[in-house]
């Protein structure tokens, strides 16, 4: 089992930027990748960033050059800073983990809250 602990989430005017964190269990020690995710209520969950052991990353067309993913793997930790934030960017943001297909988490977190007001 792998647990993700996410945190950072809050109240932001649009423009502003937002730091993101996610605190890892030990069992993600082993290859495999942290990403994030977000989720607007009756919307399907959308994929953001991901970062894979070696630091390799992915970026949704939707955030790409607005968002930065980076993971310490010796604190097992994950972090996704968002710039220039819209409105559009509201929704619940959860850390997750794959050792597989990054499309299909295996461990999700409980998610944090990002608001982005007009």
């Known amino acids: 089992q792998v647990q993700l602990s996410e945190s950072g989430g809050g109240l932001v005017q649009a423009g502003g930027s937002l730091r993101l964190s996610c605190a890892a269990s030990d069992r993600s020690r082993s290859a495999g990748t942290l990403a994030w995710f977000r989720q607007v209520p009756g919307k399907e969950r959308e994929f953001v960033a991901a970062?894979?052991?070696?630091?390799?990353?992915f970026y949704a067309d939707s955030v790409k050059g607005r968002c930065t993913i980076s993971r310490d793997n010796a604190k097992n930790t994950v972090n996704l800073q968002i710039d220039s934030l819209k409105p559009e960017d509201t929704a619940v943001y959860y850390c997750?983990?794959?050792?597989?297909?990054?499309?299909?988490?295996?461990?999700w977190g409980q998610g944090t809250q990002v608001t982005v007001s007009s």
């Open positions: 997750t983990f794959s050792t597989g297909s990054i499309a299909n988490p295996s461990y």
């Open positions: 970062i894979s052991r070696s630091g390799l990353t």
